[in-house]
């Protein structure tokens, strides 16, 4: 089946720093993927829809200035976390959909990011 | 995009098969029913997806009667690495059916 990879699985960086997660779909074209968070023993929250040539579409309450998404091509988008604080501590989550060759959103592995 | 309500949490034991229901009344016409599986720090994996009546693939069958409103995912003679939480979502191309919204999701734990 339809494959989404993340990279990295895990980062930890310190305080103040930027940090770049990877979505990747491998066997199809993804015009439109999406970013979740998920704290711990909660659900997915969805935090804004990568576009592919276009600007992102954030959720309301979250901001875009600090998480960057950028979505170059048709299987790879990325999330910025910019001047990261410990309570953006969280496991990510991308998503991506194989439509118009099937109607199933497929999501990748998740990355857990920690800062210090 | 339909809102889904589903158990917080069930139990079972090994070989037993356990049946998960969830509601999803404002349901569109366009709307498929989907189900995920995800374990600790995993991303949720795709279990089965459906339109109506009755679906079966090699891990379960999802069953969805005539008006929609609700689904019930079954799996069939549970094992310990069952043990997960279960999400169901809606959503239909034409209502942006890509930007799945999730609830609270089933928490199962599966017990010797």
């Known amino acids: 089946g339809a494959v989404v990879s993340q990279h990295p699985s895990w980062v930890i960086c310190k305080s103040g720093t930027s940090v770049k997660i990877e979505c990747r779909s491998l066997?199809?074209?993804?015009?439109?993927m999406f970013w979740y968070r998920q704290f711990p023993k909660q659900s997915l929250m969805l935090m804004a829809t990568?576009?592919?040539?276009?600007?992102?579409?954030?959720e309301q309450g979250v901001e875009k200035d600090k998480f960057l998404i950028n979505h170059a091509s048709l299987t790879l988008s990325t999330l910025t976390v910019t001047s990261a604080h410990p309570e953006d501590s969280s496991f990510y989550i991308c998503s991506a959909s194989n439509y118009p060759a099937g109607n199933t959103i497929y999501f990748g592995e998740g990355s857990w990011l920690t800062v210090v | 995009l339909a809102k889904t309500t589903q158990p917080i949490s069930m139990d079972s034991y090994e070989g037993q098969e356990v049946n998960i229901t969830c509601s999803h009344n404002n349901i569109a016409t366009n709307d498929y029913i989907t189900w995920y599986q995800q374990f600790p720090s995993q991303g949720p994996r795709f279990i089965i997806q459906g339109y109506k009546t009755k679906v079966t693939n090699e891990v379960a069958s999802l069953f969805i009667p005539a008006d929609r409103k609700s689904s019930t995912l079954s799996l069939p003679r549970v094992s310990l690495s069952d043990t997960a939480v279960y999400y169901c979502l809606v959503g239909g191309v034409n209502t942006g059916f890509q930007k799945l919204v999730f609830g609270t999701g089933t928490r199962l734990l599966v017990s010797p």
């Open positions: 066997d199809f074209q993804a015009t439109t």
């Open positions: 990568s576009n592919e040539g276009s600007k992102a579409t954030y």
